[in-house]
């Protein structure tokens, strides 16, 4: 669904470095998520966010930081890369807490 | 907390046969419950919800869910299945009141619909 992108949709990288996902929605939602989907976990959540300026942990946010200075994007950053961040990355958008969120294509990351 | 436990890990379903994804959930309060399916190198797409009112929910492609508070069950069933309904389904909770605005995923089915 166009109304939610995300960016590289693809991305290899090098322990130790930083890279950073990007996430975008034109439908002015409120809420924002992200998400890593990894074999025998399923989806776990990493950071949401409840409005601009406002980001709060999920139940693995260690190792990442999140910003989100305007309502459409909801950029994701691995300040320093390790391997056991390899995963796909899916970020979402709802326009409120009770709503449906919708998902991004998800973004591939290889950790070498 | 809230958590989902999707107990299969594949089913596996002869093309026009019905079809029935299981789900069970754990809430403080009580839930929010969403059906989700993923294709292959594909985000997740909203199957279907339930909030309140009729316990039989209907979704798209076919797709229902019989919510049962007694069982704390959410499980998904189409009446007939085709190759197309091949996918990963997850199943996801809200509490209403304790959820901290988050869902809880379940790890998720493989669906595989033999021809």
């Known amino acids: 669904d166009a109304g939610i992108t995300q960016s590289p949709r693809y991305k290899i990288t090098e322990t130790g470095r930083q890279v950073t996902l990007m996430c975008h929605q034109t439908?002015?939602?409120?809420?924002m998520f992200w998400y890593r989907q990894d074999l025998g976990h399923g989806l776990r959540l990493i950071y949401y966010s409840a409005a601009a300026d406002i980001t709060d942990k999920g139940e693995v946010p260690d190792g990442y930081v999140v910003s989100r200075s305007k309502t459409e994007n909801f950029p994701l950053t691995l300040e320093s890369a390790t391997r056991s961040q390899t995963s796909v990355y899916f970020c979402a958008s709802s326009e409120s807490s009770v709503e449906t969120q919708y998902f991004g294509p998800g973004t591939r990351l290889l950790v070498l | 907390a809230q958590s989902v436990a999707q107990p299969e890990d594949q089913v596996n379903v002869a093309e026009g046969n019905p079809l029935t994804v299981k789900c069970t959930y754990s809430?403080?309060?009580?839930?929010?419950l969403f059906w989700y399916v993923q294709y292959p190198n594909r985000g997740l797409q909203f199957l279907l919800k339930?909030?309140?009112?009729?316990?039989l929910v209907k979704g798209s492609y076919g797709f229902e869910a019989e919510f049962n508070k007694s069982q704390t069950s959410f499980h998904l069933k189409k009446p007939s299945a085709l190759v197309s309904d091949s996918a990963l389904y997850f199943c996801?909770?809200?509490?209403?009141?304790?959820?901290?605005?988050?869902?809880?995923f379940g790890k998720g089915n493989q669906v595989v619909v033999i021809p």
């Open positions: 439908w002015s939602h409120s809420y």
């Open positions: 809430v403080s309060g009580n839930p929010y």
């Open positions: 996801a909770v809200r509490d209403r009141y304790y959820g901290n605005n988050r869902l809880a």
């Open positions: 339930y909030i309140t009112g009729d316990n």
